[in-house]
């Protein structure tokens, strides 16, 4: 089970998500990350309430079109450049977190370029609607 769906207020959701959506952006606080793109790895979770999101009828509009979570994330990087990974999870978590029908979002980047001895480095952030 994900870990997450322990917490109450989640266990009656369904969880969306995009995973490792690559995308090239002009990420970094080095000058030499400032002169072009890199590779970054952004993974989505997206927890809405089953009561709001579960289909009578076999039609999108009575979900959550994950769509959503892939443009979120291209509209963002379309605003420039950003200096800190962190700054691009929080963006993208609060334009997310802020559809009437996600009551959790968890969002996640990886630089997978950056050092040779490892896979990648990121962050993650999770955040719950206020009731």
């Not at 997450?4 to 998500?17: G, K, M, Y």
């Not at 289909?55 to 443009?71: A, G, I, K, S, T």
């Amino acid at each position: 089970m994900f870990p997450a769906l322990s917490h109450a207020p989640l266990a009656q959701c369904r969880r969306l998500f995009l995973r490792n959506f690559e995308v090239m952006i002009n990420i970094g606080v080095h000058e030499f990350e400032k002169k072009g793109e890199q590779r970054v790895l952004v993974n989505i979770d997206l927890f809405v309430p089953l009561a709001q999101t579960t289909p009578q009828h076999d039609r999108l509009e009575e979900v959550v079109d994950y769509d959503f979570m892939r443009e979120t994330v291209v509209q963002r990087m379309s605003q420039g450049h950003v200096h800190l990974q962190e700054t691009l999870c929080d963006d993208v978590a609060r334009t997310l977190l802020a559809h009437p029908r996600v009551l959790a979002v968890r969002v996640s980047t990886e630089k997978p370029d950056v050092y040779p001895d490892c896979e990648s480095v990121g962050v993650e952030v999770f955040h719950i609607k206020e009731a």
